[in-house]
């Protein structure tokens, strides 16, 4: 179930982003009664804005319309309400709206105006514009009011001002606009300021979901928020440390292989005499007088035999040695001129009087060991020294007289052509471009909070 939220979410995300995406803005004409009649001929600045005249607005104080432009006594002001409803349906209102008022007045009947004009009197005059958003009920839901002051006269010397308010919420429905201008002087008659023009307009978004679909979307948001409400972070799993275990806590181990290994090396290094081994690699011979050998008079084969006798101490003195007859002299292993030597008749040879594998091994190891490093080649005279001890500049002074001044060169004497080389780094447009995504994510962010702040309401 939490899986099938998430997914209607993560649609639901995708389907206002698009929504978003394709929805565009429709701006409105003048929303007032002077509608897009011509500009007046008293100013220069806009010629977009039309002039303004006392039709379909209502009359507050005293106002003299001249005719393409309206002049106050005193305090005067003229306000008009609308229906937007006119100009957009409800459901595009409860997009949002926002209502531009453009003013263009005349302010120089005022003594120290530098377009000083009509009856100037001291004191300088001011003028406020009004804009309201409201429900259909007349209540407001956003306002802007701002008075000025600033010194104005007619043709291009005429000031145009700005107003602007916003509604994101829903219920916009109608609106009210007003001017006013005070007389800061005397009082004198027809000595306030002049208003020359005025437009009002209103920017939507015309995009429009159907209900159905909003129905959708509230349920999903709904399901999530219960989801959300009962969620329970899952308990973390502790993250095995292996705890370090110093290596002088224990104690050295003796290994019994290497204690009885050296116990091999010893007896068989006993066993085998320096002659013996000279004899297996062709070294001076040693003619030994055969005698016959037989089971009731034992010769030269005692020794082994009582080697076996202590390695086998269970067996009884009747047991049978066979006898081993020493082959000739012609068939001991022989070494050729470069000293090489025939590891398989010193096996054939250590075969005869040691019977265990591991001592055979082990005594082959050790015969051949010795007589290679006997045979070694003396390579003392090949040792030979190549430093030439000579003088090159003896009684001489070396001077390096290149110069390194001309190598100083500036690589990009151009910064454009740096700056053109930067611009096609492409970890530099991956770093852009990854800020622009992120900066458009949290903009579409903002834009679906501000969805689901309205359809929750």
């Given at each position: 179930m939490e899986t099938i939220i998430k997914c209607g979410f993560l649609l639901l995300i995708a389907f206002l982003i698009t929504w978003a995406a394709t929805a565009g803005n429709v701006t409105t004409e003048n929303l007032l009664p002077n509608g897009t009649g011509n500009s007046s001929s008293y100013q220069n600045v806009d010629n977009t804005i039309p002039s303004v005249s006392t039709n379909g607005f209502n009359v507050v104080g005293t106002v003299r319309d001249w005719g393409g432009e309206l002049e106050t006594t005193g305090t005067g002001s003229i306000n008009y309400t609308g229906n937007l409803t006119d100009h957009a349906t409800q459901q595009q209102l409860d997009n949002g709206i926002t209502l531009d008022s453009t003013t263009i007045v005349q302010n120089c009947e005022w003594q120290g105006s530098a377009w000083q004009c009509g009856q100037s009197r001291a004191g300088q005059d001011s003028y406020t514009t009004t804009v309201k958003i409201l429900?259909?009920?007349?209540?407001?839901?956003?306002?802007?009011?701002?008075?000025?002051n600033n010194d104005a006269g007619y043709g291009n010397n005429a000031f145009k001002y700005e107003d602007s308010v916003s509604y994101?919420?829903?219920?916009?429905?109608?609106?009210y606009w007003e001017w006013e201008g005070v007389d800061g002087g005397s009082y004198v008659n027809l000595g306030g300021p002049n208003l020359l023009g005025a437009k009002l307009t209103m920017t939507y978004d015309d995009a429009v979901i159907e209900e159905e679909t909003i129905e959708q979307i509230e349920d999903v948001i709904e399901q999530f928020e219960e989801w959300e409400q009962s969620f329970t972070e899952p308990v973390p799993i502790e993250e095995f440390i292996p705890v370090p275990i110093a290596l002088e806590e224990f104690g050295m181990i003796p290994l019994e292989e290497e204690i009885v290994f050296e116990e091999i090396n010893t007896t068989l290094e006993e066993e085998f005499e320096e002659v013996e081994i000279l004899q297996v690699f062709g070294g001076p011979e040693i003619v030994e007088e055969e005698t016959e050998v037989t089971e009731e008079t034992p010769t030269e084969t005692a020794t082994v035999t009582e080697e076996l006798v202590e390695e086998q101490p269970e067996q009884t003195e009747t047991t049978t040695v066979a006898t081993v007859q020493e082959e000739p002299a012609s068939e001991q292993p022989k070494t050729d001129s470069v000293g090489v030597v025939d590891v398989q008749d010193v096996q054939a040879q250590v075969a005869v009087k040691v019977k265990g594998i591991d001592k055979q091994l082990a005594a082959t190891n050790i015969i051949v060991a010795e007589a290679?490093?006997?045979?070694?080649?003396?390579i003392s005279s090949y040792y030979k020294q190549y430093t030439d001890t000579r003088q090159l500049y003896e009684g001489n002074v070396y001077e390096d007289l290149r110069v390194l001044e001309g190598y100083d060169v500036q690589i990009y004497q151009n910064d454009n052509k740096f700056f053109a080389i930067s611009v096609d780094d492409p970890v530099l447009k991956y770093q852009i471009n990854f800020q622009k995504a992120k900066q458009n994510r949290l903009i579409k962010e903002k834009e679906l909070e501000v969805l689901r702040r309205q359809y929750a309401r």
């Open positions: 429900d259909d009920e007349g209540n407001t839901l956003a306002i802007v009011n701002q008075t000025r994101t919420g829903t219920g916009s429905n109608q609106f290679m490093e006997k045979q070694q080649v003396d």
